[in-house]
């Protein structure tokens, strides 16, 4: 079992560009987490998807955050155009129906 | 809006020291509280709880629940400086299909040699 794949592992870019992060879920997992983690907020719950569905994306702070779920084993969160503010580690969870969430290794997001 | 407030927000012990960390919540229409474990990478699952007065253990690890006080406390024993870590909260809602976590801040755990 690899777990949850992240790519990349660190991304740092110049705030106005296109930032797009990964996501490899456990083989089998129906439910997909995208949550962003900083220390004034802590983890917060961006969007999840369930067999390849998005069912809330209340946490999407804004329109320039997309995500997006083309099949069961793969995950994008695009943000564009990218801030500042918008640094955190990016971390996407998997599980099976209503188990414990298994945390990819995360992506850590620098924007200058 | 669930609400999930862990203390304190920061501990530094000696090895050896017993650990209590707090975990004060509210949710509508509770189902489950969780504890991770996160280090300098991903959180990692430790304990998953449903039901007041019953004690999960791991080894030196110890949690329980307490359904009308809305808390649950995470108790290490013995500790020692692998237990050095940023330890989390989250509760569940039982809303439908509704699969949202909601974590605490988080109380980071300093375990001095």
């Known amino acids: 079992d690899a777990g949850v794949i992240q790519s990349p592992r660190h991304e740092v870019t110049e705030m106005g560009q296109e930032v797009t992060l990964r996501c490899k879920p456990i083989?089998?997992?129906?439910?997909l987490f995208w949550y962003r983690q900083t220390m004034m907020r802590g983890l917060e719950l961006l969007i999840y998807?369930?067999?390849?569905?998005?069912?809330?994306d209340s946490g999407m702070p804004e329109d320039r955050f997309s995500a997006k779920m083309p099949n069961a084993s793969f995950s994008t969160l695009k943000i564009q155009p990218s801030e500042p503010r918008d640094s955190a580690v990016y971390f996407c969870?998997?599980?099976?129906?209503?188990?414990?969430?298994?945390f990819g290794p995360g992506t850590r997001l620098t924007v200058t | 809006e669930d609400k999930v407030v862990q203390s304190p927000l920061s501990l530094v012990v000696h090895e050896g020291d017993t650990v209590t960390l707090n975990c004060s919540y509210e949710v509508t229409n509770f189902r489950s509280l969780l504890w991770y474990k996160q280090e300098k990478k991903a959180p990692t699952f430790l304990f998953m709880l449903t039901s007041s007065g019953i004690e999960k253990k791991s080894g030196r690890l110890s949690s329980i629940l307490d359904k009308k006080e809305l808390f649950s406390i995470l108790n290490i024993t013995a500790t020692q400086t692998g237990d050095s870590a940023v330890y989390l909260c989250a509760v569940r809602n039982s809303g439908g299909s509704n699969y949202k976590l909601t974590f605490g801040k988080g109380t980071l755990l300093t375990v001095n040699p």
């Open positions: 969870a998997s599980s099976l129906g209503d188990s414990t969430r298994n």
């Open positions: 998807f369930n067999n390849n569905v998005p069912i809330d």
């Open positions: 083989s089998g997992h129906d439910y």
